[in-house]
């Protein structure tokens, strides 16, 4: 179990994440974050999906729109994992990420 702080340049968030036999699976107040990651060694790799869960429009989905698919690389820092990578929606924006592990 992972508290995950992300943002772009468009803004931040915060959310948790649970990452178990390949599978991601977490969210927030408004989105839930769907994905899988693979452990190369050296360098992490994830795709997630955001979905919206909660019609709210006070929450503003990060990148404008409510479903994204992220395709990140990360690096595992002991009790942290920091990723980057973009949306496949916007490939110009980029995205960081740090997992900071809250639990096994």
Same mark, same amino acid.
Not at 47 to 60: G, M
């Given at each position: 179990?992972?508290?995950?702080?992300?943002?772009?340049?468009?803004?931040?968030?915060?959310?948790?994440?649970?990452?178990?036999?390949?599978?991601?699976?977490?969210?927030? #107040?408004?989105?839930? *974050?769907? @994905?899988?990651?693979?452990?190369?060694?050296?360098?992490?790799?994830?795709? /997630?999906? %955001?979905?919206?869960?909660?019609?709210?429009?006070?929450?503003?989905?990060?990148?404008?729109?409510?479903?994204?698919?992220?395709?990140?690389?990360?690096?595992?820092?002991? #009790?942290?994992?920091? *990723?980057? @990578?973009?949306?496949?929606?916007?490939?110009?924006?980029?995205?960081?990420? /740090?997992? %900071?592990?809250?639990?096994?």
């Amino acid at each position: 179990m992972y508290k995950v702080e992300f943002h772009t340049v468009h803004g931040t968030g915060t959310g948790v994440i649970y990452a178990c036999g390949g599978k991601l699976r977490g969210g927030n #107040s408004a989105f839930a *974050f769907i @994905g899988n990651y693979t452990d190369k060694g050296d360098c992490i790799q994830a795709r /997630v999906t %955001t979905e919206r869960h909660n019609p709210d429009p006070a929450f503003k989905p990060l990148f404008g729109i409510d479903m994204i698919t992220l395709t990140l690389k990360g690096a595992d820092n002991g #009790s942290m994992i920091d *990723f980057e @990578g973009t949306a496949l929606q916007l490939p110009g924006v980029t995205f960081k990420a /740090v997992l %900071t592990r809250m639990a096994d």
